[in-house]
């Protein structure tokens, strides 16, 4: 299994909605509807942000989408806040009590 | 509320065994609901799965460490543990132990703080 793939860095103003691709096979994002996405500032443990492709868990701000479309999971941020700097990773399902994580995207509010 | 934390070595000589442990309070580690897992991020770079065990024992494995990597659970303890043998300068790294669904497979919803780990003789 290789990882999924995102893109290295994405930018935005406060205020914009940007949104986080992560591109997978058939046979993990496009076959499962698996996929979680992660926030994880510097020096910290990642945090639960979007599970099973768009459930948010409670507490999360609603400022936070996820979506599916065949092998690619998106995750949206409205609103950009300061606050949401950090690195963002998805995660699928691969099959056989497996996972597989993406490599990450820094997001920076300019 | 449930906490999960890592303990160990923070040093390891090359070709030795990595071992480490993560200690559950404020649950149960037998919940049916959950497996426990081990996933590592080297510095500056991103998560890597390495394998999630179940309270009945039994484990799964990231197949790129399969060979080298053994995850145990000890109920009595609630506790699991990672044992990752013949490691290398490669497996430097930020150790997470963490909690994840069995059905939302996916959600590594509790984590616990992290341990660095560095292989150097």
């Known amino acids: 299994q290789s990882g999924l793939t995102q893109p290295a860095s994405v930018s935005g103003s406060p205020g914009q909605s940007i949104t986080i691709s992560c591109i997978g096979t058939?046979?993990?994002?496009?076959?499962?509807?698996?996929v979680s996405w992660y926030q994880q500032h510097p020096g910290k443990a990642p945090i639960l942000l979007v599970y099973?492709?768009?459930q948010r868990p409670s507490g999360v701000s609603s400022r936070f989408s996820g979506s599916k479309s065949a092998n690619t999971a998106s995750l949206t941020i409205s609103g950009l806040q300061a606050e949401d700097a950090a690195d963002y990773y998805c995660?699928?399902?691969?099959?056989?009590?497996?996972?597989?994580f993406g490599g990450g995207t820094k997001v920076t509010v300019l | 509320q449930l906490q999960l934390q890592e303990s160990g070595p923070g040093l390891v000589k090359p070709s030795e065994t990595l071992s480490l442990t993560c200690t559950v309070s404020?649950?149960?580690?037998?919940?049916?609901?959950?497996?426990w897992g081990w996933i590592r991020q080297p510095p500056g770079k991103g998560l890597e799965w390495i394998g999630s065990?179940?309270?009945?024992?039994?484990?799964y494995y990231n197949a790129s460490l399969k060979s080298r990597v053994s995850i145990s659970v000890d109920t009595s303890k609630t506790q699991f543990s990672l044992r990752l043998n013949s490691v290398t300068a490669t497996d430097t790294a930020v150790y997470f132990c963490?909690?994840?669904?069995?059905?939302?497979?996916?959600?590594?919803?509790?984590w616990g703080q992290g341990t660095m780990v560095t292989v150097s003789s």
């Open positions: 058939s046979s993990d994002v496009g076959y499962y509807n698996y």
């Open positions: 995660c699928s399902y691969g099959g056989s009590s497996t996972v597989i």
């Open positions: 099973d492709v768009n």
């Open positions: 963490a909690r994840h669904h069995l059905i939302s497979y996916d959600a590594f919803d509790i």
């Open positions: 404020g649950g149960s580690i037998s919940n049916s609901n959950y497996f």
């Open positions: 065990i179940y309270y009945t024992e039994k484990a």
